[in-house]
């Protein structure tokens, strides 16, 4: 029986999973595996979308359902349960089991990125749950980190609370909001660009394109930038070990 892969979100065509795992199957002669994009207009998609997909056998989950998700499942591993959020999905039994592979992956390639011989404190923008898992990592590798959002009283700073000493305090950015990302490439998260400097190291989790306007502006102040692609293939990895154990 064929076994069927994908990916839930509400735009899903910007993705790379799908070239990514369709070149696996087909290297490690896997004719009888795929892998679709499912875009969902609303969460509640998701119940007649694992029902009528004959054949089902792992998802990944990306924005903004990471955390809507969470109500649909029948278990989930303690790091993802942790975080409160998920971004892999294994079908076993007809039992839906939710895991977290964001934080690991995160803490991964910025374990690699960073200069071991400095310190840093970060702000993360956003608080959804891609936000959650780089908090996660942070907190492992003992970064102080503080989260920022558009909204008052949902993160530790809005936008507008970020003064010139808070962006050059804080060495590290990290952007787990979907601004800038295909096809909304112009825009990007509301900081003072103009206080990032060399000594600034600038992660956005988005990988397409490749160099978000988030990016740019922080590359052409000097800044190290990173986008999110190598963690994307950390990922698809932690998720195709995930459903094949």
Known sequence: MEKVFGLIGSTVSHSFSKSYFDEKFFREGLRDHRYELYPLATITDFKK?????????GLNVTLP?????????????????KIGAVNVIKVKDG???????????????????????????????GTGGSSKAVQQALNRLEIPHKTVSRSEGKADYTYDD????????NKLIINTTPLGMHPNTESQPPI???HISK?????DLIYNPARTQFLQKAEIRGATIKNGLEMLHVQAEKSWSIWNN
């Open 49 to 57: 979308l694992v029902t009528d997909t004959k054949g089902l056998t």
């Open 65 to 81: 359902y990471k955390e809507q998700v969470l109500a649909y499942l029948d278990d989930m591993d303690a790091e993802a349960r």
């Open 95 to 125: 039992k839906l089991i939710g895991y977290n592979t964001d934080s690991a992956a995160f803490y991964e390639t910025i374990s690699r990125w960073l200069p071991k011989d400095k310190k840093f404190s970060a702000l993360i923008l």
């Open 162 to 169: 970020l003064t010139p000493k808070i962006i050059k305090e």
């Open 192 to 194: 003072a660009y103009e």
């Open 199 to 203: 000594d600034h190291y600038v992660y």
